[in-house]
């Protein structure tokens, strides 16, 4: 499928996004300024564009924990910078940091730091999408480390045994934490644990963005016809598991030869310059203001007050209903 040149370069700006959003934020962690646990996606940013970038008003994602540049995207950048900061004015309040958000008023989660359970969740956003005939579909991210969690093949089960509108994908980038897939799993490719449920199930190359769009939007437009299916994507990661991972378990090499030749920005960078859509000067620009935007929304955004003991102990965030009292 052809894009028009506008669209091209909205794609590219949301590669070059989502690249320097992932080296910023392993800066500001290393600097000790950003709190907690994050698990960049550098290295696999066109699986991230390529999904966010076709999803519909009426689609919910529930997205492989990777895919952190997009979700600022989706939910607003400095919403979500803020998030993660902890601070007031963040898409949970600053409540929820970086793993365990819900923002049901953009169809996005629930989340959380059991892998496989908000999977398991997500099915169920499914099944009322079926039994109130919404127009959209699910769109279920998972890692090739998660997919070996129990409650992963009960969630794949029920999908497939009620024809629930859900796009299933896995994210795989070579290492479940540290482990190989081939330690984990006889099999070939994750992509056949679906069809062992009978869900149409394929793996792909997750360098192509545009190869990504199209087999999503292939997808989708099945599973919003009550038709779901699995899709595997292959990447590589760049990095550990969370930001100060000494991978000690990996050849370095590894890295090496994907940053020298499955570098998706890279990629699609030489496609843009091949095929006369952008000029050297026209994308460097667009890094730069880039760049600039994402220093100012994390600074602008330690600004922000830290949120109070009052807003930490507000029940109300954590249950639906009811009158609370000290």
Known sequence: MSYTKEEYLEIYKMLSFSRLFGEITVEYVMKGILPGFHHPG???????????????????IVP?????????????????VKEILGRKG?????????????????????????????????????????????????????????????VVAEALNIIA??????????????????????????????SQRGEGF????????????????????????RARKGEPSLVEFRTTRWTGHFIGDPTVYRDQT?????????????WNRNFMLAHNLASEDQLNLIDEELRKEVYSIFDDSLEAPIKSRADVSDLSKVFAGGDFHE
């Open 42 to 60: 550098l290295g696999e940013e066109a699986l991230m564009v390529g999904i966010f970038s076709e999803l519909g008003t009426d689609d919910w």
């Open 161 to 190: 045994a009620w024809k629930l509108p859900v796009v299933w994908y896995i994210q795989n980038n070579g290492y479940g934490m540290s482990m190989k897939p081939e330690e984990a799993t006889g099999l070939r490719d994750l």
């Open 64 to 80: 492989q924990h990777r895919c952190r540049p997009m979700m600022a995207w989706k939910l607003g950048k400095r919403e979500y």
């Open 254 to 266: 590894e890295v090496a030869v994907a940053k020298a030749n499955r570098d998706p920005i890279k």
């Open 90 to 150: 963040g898409i949970n309040g600053g409540m929820s940091g970086d793993s365990h958000f819900f923002v049901p008023e953009k169809k996005v989660g629930p989340y959380d730091g059991l892998l496989g359970q908000a999977q398991a969740l997500a099915a169920g956003v499914a099944l009322n999408y079926k039994m109130n005939k919404t127009n959209g579909c699910v769109v279920i991210g998972a890692g090739d480390g998660t997919m070996n969690e129990g």
């Open 198 to 221: 009978g869900l149409l199930s394929s793996t792909y190359d997750g360098v192509d963005v545009f190869l990504v769009k199209e087999v999503m939007r292939e997808a989708m437009a």
